[in-house]
């Protein structure tokens, strides 16, 4: 069965210090791969999305994610975070056909001054 | 171009009571989806619509019922509220592989 899992519930990092949050998905075939941001009382917003090609793929804010097929992964990474970062995080799996998605259970990011 | 919009933005229940939840986006997507967001869980599916006229189940669709008035509108009802149902409702529509996702409807059943 298809699944996504998000490791860490929590996280909390210093403004500057760089970020990266965990994802790890079972998925028969060649998935289609996501993550969205959630602000506090807000909607979900796409942050980046990989289909196929180059396994690195660059985002909105700063952030980029790396698809590793060996290690069933698609972490999110962003160098250098800001205090407007912090949000809950979701990594999401999709299937092609429906376009239904599968969401990890989101990681929260807090960010220290 | 308001994109998703939802309706109402909350809702207080009382259990057995029925409501719907409406939906509609102005970006003319054939796919709409309604999920629900509960605390540690990240978003279920609870049905979804591939176009106009075709509805299908989606991970969590008992106690819920949908409706696709037409390409913008897609509706979800509750016909006999239970506390279970307390959750924050998103609906979303999807252009070729993306999905855009409304504001939310927090929905309290008591």
């Known amino acids: 069965a298809q699944s996504v899992t998000q490791p860490d519930i929590h996280i909390t990092v210093s403004e ?4 990266e949050l965990r ?10 791969l996501f993550w969205y941001v959630q602000s506090p009382g807000q909607g ?6 990989y289909f196929s090609g180059d396994t690195l793929v660059q985002g909105i804010k700063g952030f980029e994610a790396e698809f ?3 290690q069933s992964s698609f972490n999110l990474r962003k160098p250098s975070v800001h205090w407007s970062d912090a949000a809950e ?5 999709g299937s092609g056909n429906t376009g239904k998605l599968i969401f990890g259970q989101g990681t929260t990011l807090q960010v220290k001054p | ?28 997507h054939n796919s709409m989806y309604w999920y629900r967001q509960d605390p540690g869980m990240g978003l279920r599916l609870i049905y979804y619509s ?3 006229g075709t509805t299908d189940k989606g991970e969590v669709p008992n106690g819920y019922n949908v409706s696709r008035l037409n390409k913008r509108e897609f509706s979800l009802r509750l016909e006999s509220a239970a506390p ?18 409304g504001p939310g409807t927090r929905l309290t059943v008591l």
Request: charge should be positive; charged fraction near 15%; aromatic fraction near 12%.
């Open chain 1, 68 to 70: 590793k097929r060996s």
């Open chain 1, 16 to 19: 500057g210090a760089s970020l």
């Open chain 2, 50 to 52: 591939a176009s106009e």
């Open chain 2, 84 to 101: 279970s149902q307390t959750s924050v409702y998103f609906c979303a529509s999807r252009k070729t592989d993306t999905q855009y996702f």
């Open chain 1, 89 to 93: 995080y979701f990594c999401a799996v």
């Open chain 1, 44 to 49: 979900l917003q796409l942050l980046l999305k």
């Open chain 2, 1 to 28: 171009n308001a994109g998703v919009t939802q309706t109402p933005k909350f809702q207080v229940l009382k259990t057995g009571q029925s409501m719907t939840l409406q939906c509609a986006q102005d970006m003319n």
């Open chain 1, 23 to 32: 994802c790890n998905y079972s998925y028969g075939a060649t998935p289609y």
